[in-house]
Nanobody, 124 residues
Framework: QVQLVESGGGLVQPGGSLRLSCAASGNFFSINTMAWYRQAPGKQRELVATVTGRANTNYADSVKGRFTISRDDAKNTVSLQMNSLKPEDTAVYYC??????????????????WGQGTQVTVSS
């Protein structure tokens, strides 16, 4: 099992910056891919950015050049640095990971886990 706890959301003015973080904990062997998703009211949840392995990253076109995803394996965290924020970035942001988890009996399995979400509001 893996638990994800997000932090860093809040209210920011257009053009401003925020840094989101997500900490993973629990009984797992490794985390393969970590990602950030977001969901605006009335819209589908969309993939924002992913980091696979140590530093193989991908971004949605809408955030490319403005957002940066990074991971710290020593701390089991993933961050999303968001610069030049726009009102269109307003959404609930969710942390996600694909992990090799370990059960109490010692068996391992691959699964996806989600954080609780953190609100990001970009407004003047």
């Amino acid at each position: 099992q893996v638990q994800l706890v997000e932090s860093g959301g809040g209210l920011v003015q257009p053009g401003g910056s925020l840094r989101l973080s997500c900490a993973a904990s629990g009984n797992f062997f490794s985390i393969n891919t970590m990602a950030w998703y977001r969901q605006a009211p009335g819209k589908q949840r969309e993939l924002v950015a992913t980091v696979t392995g140590r530093a193989n990253t991908n971004y949605a076109d809408s955030v490319k050049g403005r957002f940066t995803i990074s991971r710290d394996d020593a701390k089991n965290t993933v961050s999303l640095q968001m610069n030049s924020l726009k009102p269109e970035d307003t959404a609930v942001y969710y942390c996600n990971c694909n992990a090799v988890a370990r059960s109490s009996s010692g068996s391992t399995y691959l699964a996806n886990y989600w954080g609780q979400g953190t609100q990001v509001t970009v407004s003047s």
